[in-house]
């Protein structure tokens, strides 16, 4: 990450405890290297963007890479919307290129505030809303379907010119529903549904 990047991140952690009440707690990244994250809010339906606060209380700059993770609705799973999952894109709150990237580097003493471009990952439930509170799962997914989601979604986007555009989104959704469906890992949040499926009932 260029320097003009770096400073960007720490001019946002001024701001970022702004409109923070109703955040969750900052929790453990699961192999994050010590960072911490919580969920501000997330705006969308079966896709959107799931903004998130990073914090760093180390003492040396830490790389912050979405892919794998998955967030949970709160509540009952046998009735909850869809679980979330990141396709790896994310965009710092406040950086003027306003550009995806891969990950972004955290500067030890910082809380950063970034959009994670999030798709859902249960077929068979219903969309969540910009009303539902997510949690971070406690893992991240197997590396086979991390990197499954990842790959397709990547190819997804380069064949229709980006995510910024409704065409883009839908050949994402698609693939990520298609890469969990061919792997049928438990995940934190699975209801009765899933469970029958992972024995292929009906």
Known sequence: MRASHVVAIAVVSLFVAVGSARADRFR???????????????????NGQLTVELRNPGTAPVRF????????????ADVAPQRLGAV?????VGDREAVHR???????????????????IDSERDSPTSST????AGKRMPVALGAAITADARKAVKAHGGIDN???RQA???AVWTA??????ALQGDGRQEVTLRRGGK
Not at 180 to 185: G, S, Y
């Open 133 to 136: 509170r997510f949690v971070m």
């Open 88 to 92: 790896g894109l994310v965009k710092v």
């Open 166 to 168: 409704a065409a883009g």
């Open 180 to 185: 969990r469906e061919l792997r049928w890992f």
């Open 65 to 76: 890479v979405a892919e794998g993770m998955y967030f949970v609705p709160r509540g009952d």
């Open 28 to 46: 453990p990244v699961p192999d994050g290297a010590g960072l911490e994250l919580r969920v501000v809010g997330y705006d969308g339906g079966v």
């Open 172 to 174: 994402v959704q698609r």
């Open 102 to 120: 891969r990950g972004v580097d955290v500067p030890p003493g910082v809380v950063a505030r970034v959009q994670l471009e999030v798709f859902c």
